[in-house]
């Protein structure tokens, strides 16, 4: 691995982004699937791309990965345009597609060699044993796709993203159905690419995954970029603390109308900036006369930002 | 240029795993047309002077089965890669329009070559073929295979559903063959299907390949061929820029 990212590195200057979209749109038919996003993503990175069903997150890696084109705007991989300079641009990016396809004529020894050898790289038998080793793919290796599990069929496409050693790897959604055991795995691997300099970007609907592995996210909705911060500062910067509480009587004090978040069943929710907040929010409670029931001190994790986000703040 | 060697092989490999079904079959479909048609007109029908009707049956069929089976090579192999959406595998990578041409019509011409020369094989066993010119033969064998190649190429991309591939095929491809001469000289028929069929460039595959078995046509050979590289060049280029703007490919 380490191996392969050296490799990575003398081709492509460290100090280049790994990903350079500027002002990128593109439509289909009236829907605007991505309406002028700019984007900067460095080497080396581990990055998020969030967003609901429908938002161009797929859109966006298909503009990268040349399967679309952008109706304006352009997109760079390690500084090689994707239409201009398409042959450098997609060496240098490996793509593990949402969808789980393969081709039922072949094994997965032979899908990866043949993969290896669209790149040119046919001499590849070493590496391509390697990937099939490290993604526990041995048992399988000489068995048809179409026997395996979807588990399996899924380890195998993030295998064929990797078999031309790739510095920029995009997952979309690859944990999608997978089993807790396989997702484990996957992390710890990726994770070892990218700190052997591979840069990710991931997209994912388990947003605990976004949130225990990206450095950096950004949330689209729409089309556009609602949210493009390190994760740790849109942690900080969106969410602060929740109080879920049961009052008896089931009323608020006035004083706290502005921290009125809501209800969830028989608890009401109450949104504070920091834990000083919760003291107050008590003491009014406590002045108030009201009697507490249940109490519940929640630290808002990267969901609570994006419900937040995609909602509008 | 090792891209390219790789999908030529893919493609390959894909017919020739399952060569049964996809060489096979068709060598046989092809024997039972001969034993067939010529049980039923042998006695009626003589063509050119000197030469049985079963013998004048066996190119055309050869031809008929090969061009058949180049457009089915490519063809299936693209509508199957689209809709099961493994062709994103191709797409991903740095091979150019024109290697992904080149890869796709090779392997069609490949197919086509070895049912056409399955056919002549085995055919050839029951009945005597003379072999005047090989050159013409296989001239028109190749450029037969590239042409259909290049349509299955067309109709691989333009189509979004089997059943649109397999009406181009009912419609277009099965009817230009059969009407190309394969069981008849057009010499034979009424001066507007004459007419009709010197309209049809398969017309001129057969024509061209059956003037090298005897020697004899009813269009001089290098009108055939002329005719033949012009079509191959046309519809090349067109399948050539299909896959270049990627059209139904890259949105």
């Known amino acids: 691995m380490a191996v392969s990212s050296a490799r990575a590195r003398r081709q492509h200057p460290p100090t280049m982004p790994a990903i350079e979209v500027r002002q990128a749109s593109k439509r289909y038919g009236p829907v605007r699937a991505l309406d002028g996003v700019s984007l900067t993503i460095e080497a080396g990175e581990f990055f998020g791309l969030l967003g609901p069903n429908g938002a161009g997150k797929t859109t966006l890696i298909n503009l990268l990965a040349g399967l679309a084109r952008a109706d304006g705007g352009s997109l760079r991989i390690m500084g090689h345009d994707v239409v201009e300079d398409?042959?450098?641009?997609?060496?240098?990016?490996?793509?593990?597609?949402?969808?789980?396809?393969?081709?039922?004529?072949?094994?997965?020894?032979?899908?990866?060699?043949?993969?290896?050898?669209?790149?040119?790289?046919?001499?590849?038998?070493?590496?391509?044993?390697?990937?099939?080793?490290?993604?526990?793919?041995t048992e399988?290796?000489?068995?048809?796709?179409?026997?395996?599990?979807?588990?399996?069929?899924?380890?195998?496409?993030?295998?064929?993203?990797?078999?031309?050693?790739p510095p920029v790897i995009i997952l979309d959604e690859p944990t999608a159905g997978v089993d807790v055991e396989l997702r484990q795995g996957l992390w710890r691997f990726i994770r070892e690419l990218n700190g052997a300099g591979h840069t990710i970007v991931l997209t994912t609907h388990y947003l605990e995954e976004a949130e225990a592995l990206c450095g950096r996210i950004a949330m689209l909705k729409h089309g556009r970029i609602?949210?493009?911060?390190?994760?740790?500062?849109?942690?900080?910067?969106?969410?602060?603390?929740?109080?879920?509480?049961?009052?008896?009587?089931?009323?608020?004090?006035?004083?706290?109308?502005?921290?009125?978040?809501?209800?969830?069943?028989?608890?009401?929710?109450?949104?504070?900036?920091?834990y000083g907040q919760v003291e107050e929010v008590l003491a009014a409670i406590r002045q108030a006369g009201l009697l507490v029931l249940e109490l519940e001190i929640l630290q808002a994790d990267l969901e609570d930002v994006f419900v937040q986000v995609i909602r509008g703040k | 240029m090792g891209g390219f060697y790789t999908l030529l092989y893919k493609e390959l490999l894909r017919f020739w795993k399952v060569s049964f079904q996809t060489v096979a079959a068709p060598i046989l479909t092809a024997l039972l047309y001969l034993l067939i048609f010529s049980h039923a007109l042998e006695s009626r029908v003589q063509v050119y002077p000197g030469i049985s009707y079963q013998a004048f049956l066996v190119p055309g069929l050869a031809m008929m089965s090969l061009l058949q089976n180049a457009f089915a090579n490519s063809s299936s192999s693209l509508i199957q890669s689209k809709i099961t959406g493994n062709l994103v595998f191709v797409l991903l990578?740095?091979?150019?329009?024109?290697?992904?041409?080149?890869?796709?019509?090779?392997?069609?011409?490949?197919?086509?070559?070895?049912?056409?020369?399955?056919?002549?094989?085995?055919?050839?066993?029951?009945?005597?073929?003379?072999?005047?010119?090989?050159?013409w033969v296989f001239a028109f064998a190749v450029l037969g295979g590239g042409i259909l190649g290049a349509m299955g190429i067309i109709a691989g991309i333009w189509a979004d559903k089997f059943d649109q591939l397999a009406a181009f095929q009912n419609f277009v491809i099965i009817p230009l063959t059969f009407l190309a001469g394969v069981f008849y000289s057009v010499h034979s028929l009424p001066e507007f299907w004459l007419q009709a069929s010197h309209l049809n460039p398969?017309?001129?595959?057969?024509?061209?390949?059956?003037?090298?078995?005897?020697?004899?046509?009813?269009?001089?050979?290098?009108?055939?061929?002329?005719?033949?590289?012009?079509?191959?060049?046309?519809?090349?280029?067109?399948?050539?820029k299909l896959l270049s703007v990627g059209y139904k490919l890259r949105h």
């Open chain 2, 93 to 135: 990578t740095p091979l150019s329009p024109l290697e992904i041409f080149l890869a796709y019509i090779l392997a069609a011409i490949a197919r086509g070559l070895m049912v056409g020369l399955g056919v002549l094989a085995v055919t050839m066993l029951l009945v005597d073929v003379p072999v005047q010119n090989p050159l």
């Open chain 1, 140 to 165: 399988k290796a000489d068995a048809n796709m179409r026997s395996l599990s979807g588990g399996m069929k899924r380890r195998v496409l993030v295998a064929q993203a990797l078999v031309h050693r």
């Open chain 2, 202 to 240: 398969f017309f001129y595959l057969v024509d061209g390949f059956r003037y090298g078995f005897f020697g004899m046509g009813d269009v001089p050979p290098w009108v055939s061929l002329a005719v033949v590289a012009g079509c191959l060049l046309g519809l090349g280029a067109l399948s050539l």
């Open chain 1, 86 to 137: 398409y042959r450098r641009a997609r060496r240098a990016l490996g793509v593990v597609p949402q969808e789980l396809v393969f081709d039922p004529f072949f094994t997965v020894r032979e899908t990866l060699r043949i993969q290896s050898g669209y790149f040119g790289m046919r001499n590849n038998h070493a590496w391509v044993d390697e990937i099939i080793e490290r993604l526990d793919l």
């Open chain 1, 226 to 274: 609602v949210a493009l911060d390190e994760t740790a500062n849109l942690l900080k910067g969106f969410s602060g603390v929740r109080i879920r509480i049961r009052l008896e009587p089931d009323e608020l004090p006035a004083q706290l109308a502005g921290y009125n978040a809501g209800h969830e069943g028989a608890l009401r929710l109450l949104q504070v900036q920091d």
